[in-house]
Nanobody, 127 residues
Framework: QVQLVESGGGLVQAGGSLRLSCAASGNTFGIYYIGWFRQAPGKEREYVAA????????HAAASVRGRVTLSRDDTEETMFLQMNRLKPEDTAVYYCAASRNYCSADGCFGPEHYDYWGQGTQVTVSS
């Protein structure tokens, strides 16, 4: 089992920045990807970005590319999602997820490929 705990969400004005954290614990051996998804009210869960844990290779969805950066602290098994130039349409609950599946060289983009999920953290961007 893998436990994931997100933090760092909050209320920010459009154009502002937030850094979300995802702390992983438990049996993290064999994790291929740790990713971020988001879900706005009435919408499906949407892929945001993911990192291949063994190499640090990161991929971001087109909707956020150029505005987000993934990084990690190996000693703490924590991944960070830095989000800049936030827009009101970025408002959602953001979830961290871990996958033991290999999908492609770029990563796993569908939530169905992820095995473990955090509880989510709310991000609200005001206009």
């Amino acid at each position: 089992q893998v436990q994931l705990v997100e933090s760092g969400g909050g209320l920010v004005q459009a154009g502002g920045s937030l850094r979300l954290s995802c702390a992983a614990s438990g049996n993290t051996f064999g994790i291929y990807y740790i990713g971020w998804f988001r879900q706005a009210p009435g919408k499906e869960r949407e892929y945001v970005a993911a990192m291949r844990w063994s190499t640090g290779y990161a991929h971001a969805a087109a909707s956020v590319r150029g505005r987000v950066t993934l990084s990690r602290d190996d000693t703490e098994e924590t991944m960070f999602l830095q989000m800049n130039r936030l827009k009101p349409e970025d408002t959602a609950v953001y979830y961290c997820a871990a996958s033991r599946n290999y999908c492609s060289a770029d990563g796993c983009f569908g939530p169905e490929h992820y095995d473990y999920w955090g509880q989510g953290t709310q991000v609200t961007v005001s206009s």
